[in-house]
């Protein structure tokens, strides 16, 4: 099968964030047996080194500059943008990444026919895909075309309202009506639609009733990510992730200001390790308070993992299933999740092993990462039995594999 794979964010190398890792792991999957083609956009951090690098996992790799950020600030720019959506339907976030020359290179390739099938890699390249090619004649067209959805924009705005975790609550709610209705749109273009959780399934049948949905969650590369070899004990924690991502940010922040504190009362010798790339101002300053530390990137997320007694995952919202849970699971640290950093993980219940502590008010979590600062036995658990459970559902053989099968599919 000749496959077009349109990624608006350059996946490579897959360690930069979630976007990233799931596009490359797919894609490196389907390279296997068949033929890729990636369009992609260039960013001004992507380097040669790295062009060249993604290079060797596909057929063809097509790199479009990226467009530079709208000129238009202030109260008559945002109108501008409000008044484009409400007329267009498409939001600002994506027409300010929409390419005409990648338009023109995909539709002057669909005409010639030298595609079996277009995958979209995250939502926001679905402008990209024209809605008569679903269909020609009242039959079902030749031309296969998915959208992997990494998660729902309608229900990340939903979410960020009802949580008070919106950054601007005004345009939000203004938005919200808006991007329940471009998600409607842009999914009844597809042949086929892939999310990573059960809970975007539900959200976006419910705009899509006859939609084949495919729910195939994230995995995890486990040369990057090897079990510890041993339990390091202590009271140290740690965050990891990108640290320019917006549900991060807040992560991180109500962590280090309100739970951490509280910690550390009980545990003064408590530290914290906030480890990810490209941090902003408000991550740089949590490393002035005391015993916190932000390190940027790294080379080993691994290697930070496993001298950590435990992972914290306290994110309040971003839908979807997150790398940074499964990852540290596969390094075998104990997590203490909230709700949004567990999403789509059976780690309790009933028939269930414990997998992780979940918490989501400032009390749960100083009680569970008490519990396993003070109980070996329960790290070593938890340690174990997350281990199984991402060994067993959560590879990127397994997600690749089902990801081919949806693209066979007629």
């Not at 991007?179 to 990573?196: D, G, H, M, N, P």
């Not at 991550?283 to 914290?312: F, N, Q």
Request: with cysteine; charged share 25%; proline share 6%.
């Amino acid at each position: 099968m000749k496959i077009l794979m349109l990624s608006s964010t350059f996946p490579y190398p897959p360690t930069r964030g979630g976007t990233q890792v799931r596009t490359f792991n797919l894609l490196k999957y389907l390279k296997s047996s068949h033929a890729i083609t990636l369009i992609t956009q260039r960013s001004g951090d992507v380097t040669d080194e790295e062009i060249k690098g993604l290079q060797e996992w596909v057929d063809e790799l097509v790199v479009f500059p990226r467009p530079q950020e709208s000129s238009q600030g202030g109260v008559l720019g945002k109108l501008r943008r409000f008044s484009t959506f409400l007329q267009e339907g498409t939001p600002p976030s994506v027409l300010s990444l929409y390419s005409p020359g990648i338009q023109k290179w995909v539709d002057e390739a669909v005409a010639a026919g030298k595609f079996d099938a277009i995958t979209c890699e995250h939502c926001v390249n679905e402008i990209y895909v024209r809605p008569e090619w679903r269909r020609k004649d009242g039959k079902t067209s030749a031309l296969r075309t998915l959208v992997n959805i990494h998660s729902s924009v309608y229900g990340t705005c939903k979410n960020q309202l009802e949580t008070g975790t919106s950054e601007k609550p005004l345009r939000d709610k203004l938005n919200l009506p808006l991007l329940r209705r471009y998600e409607q749109r842009y999914c009844s273009k597809f042949s086929a639609i892939v999310v990573t959780t059960e809970e975007d399934k539900q959200q976006i049948q419910e705009f899509n009733p006859n939609a084949h949905i495919q729910v195939i969650p994230n995995g995890v590369d486990f040369t990057q990510f090897p079990m510890r070899s041993a339990d390091p004990g202590g009271h140290r924690l740690i965050f990891i992730g990108a640290m320019d991502n917006t549900p991060n940010i807040d992560a991180v922040r109500f962590f280090s200001l309100e739970v951490f504190p509280e910690v550390q009362k009980r545990y003064p010798d408590a530290t914290l390790e906030l480890v990810g790339a490209r941090p902003g101002t408000e991550v740089v300053d949590l490393g002035k308070r005391p015993g916190i530390t932000v390190t940027g990137r790294v080379p080993s997320m691994a290697e930070y993992l496993h001298k950590s007694c435990v992972c914290v995952v306290p994110m309040r919202t971003g839908f979807g299933i997150k790398n940074k849970t499964l990852e540290a699971m596969a390094a075998g640290v104990p997590v203490v999740g909230s709700d949004r950093g567990l999403e789509g993980l059976a780690v309790e219940g009933e028939s269930v092993p414990l997998r992780a502590l979940r918490a989501n008010r400032v009390e749960e979590y100083v009680d569970a990462i008490a519990k396993l600062f003070e109980d070996a036995d329960l790290r070593e658990q938890l340690s174990k039995n997350a281990r199984s459970l991402i060994e067993t559902e959560y590879t990127w053989e397994s997600a690749g594999s089902r990801y081919e099968q949806v693209l066979l599919s007629p």
